[in-house]
């Protein structure tokens, strides 16, 4: 499988990963794909897993950080297989940008053409337990607090293990202890001459269209997998489908709104008027 027209960027969480590569997406008209915002159309191709039969107590309460490490190390090799299944399916142009807190160095490493190809965020340790710990109790657990702690013991064990990986693989990593602006400049200047000999025709209308039929299908069966519980229709932001070069515009909408506007066939409203 050729991947030689697509770019990675992995990281822990609060790494600055999606913003960094949606910037990029934006700045040089990139396909754009989001491992996370596949979560439910991977979770029916997913092979059964011991993280998956777990209650939330199990997961969370009961396990120790190590072990909740061992669980996302094995899903995320399974997300990966899904990942290039999805990936096949894309145009092969323009140059894909690829981001995800799946995206270990070791799997990356595996299918690329050149080092340059490859970027992974490793976020200040200190910043990164404040930040996580500030989300507060784990709802559907018996005892949030200790589960939040959990989770974030696990998160800044994935972050090290990133930094590791791509150091032994010799693979670029940059702290991610800068300013989101400084992050996007080295971002762009470490994937330049990739991103410069990489496809760059596409259809962009079409390319963010793709975008925002992704984002809605993962909510729709987010809250699908809620059953009964029913979540307020807040509004969700969508790219502009302009199809203009360098647009970064977004659209808020609500899903009802978005998928109405896909039934009816007009789709004036998810395109900005040029500035």
């Known amino acids: 499988m050729d991947l030689s027209h697509v770019l990675w960027i992995g990281g822990g969480q609060g790494s600055g990963k999606s913003s960094v590569a949606w910037a990029l997406s934006r700045r040089f008209d990139l396909q ?15 092979p059964t897993t011991e993280f998956g039969m777990l209650s939330m107590d199990e997961r969370w309460v009961h396990a120790t950080p ?3 490490l061992e669980w996302f190390v094995t899903t995320s090799r399974h997300r990966f297989r899904l990942v290039l299944e999805d990936l096949r399916a894309l145009p092969d142009t323009p140059t894909a940008i690829v981001e995800g807190p799946q995206l270990f160095p070791t799997s990356v490493s595996a299918v690329l053409t050149a080092p340059d190809q490859a970027l992974f965020l490793i976020p200040d340790r200190a910043a990164q337990e404040a930040r996580l710990l500030a989300r507060g109790p784990m709802p559907g657990t018996s ?3 200790r589960a939040r702690a959990n989770a974030t013991a696990r998160d800044l064990l994935i972050s090290a293990r990133f930094a590791r990986e791509a150091q032994e693989l010799r693979l670029t990593a940059f702290p991610a202890d800068r300013s989101l602006a400084e992050l996007i400049d080295l971002a ?3 994937f330049r001459v990739a991103i410069e000999r990489g496809p760059h025709a596409g259809d962009l209308a079409a390319m963010r269209r793709f975008e925002n039929e992704v984002t809605a299908r993962q909510v729709r069966l987010y809250r699908e997998s809620l059953g009964p519980i029913t979540l307020p229709d807040e509004p969700l932001a969508f790219a502009c489908e302009c199809g203009s070069s360098g647009c970064a515009a977004e659209v808020e909408l609500t899903l009802t709104e978005y998928e109405a506007i896909s039934a009816a066939g007009d789709r004036s409203p998810l395109r900005r008027p040029t500035p």
């Open 66 to 68: 190590e072990r909740m």
């Open 32 to 46: 754009l794909y989001n491992v996370d915002r596949r979560t439910w159309v991977h979770e029916a191709r997913m």
């Open 188 to 190: 762009a200047e470490h």
């Open 143 to 145: 005892d949030g607090v």
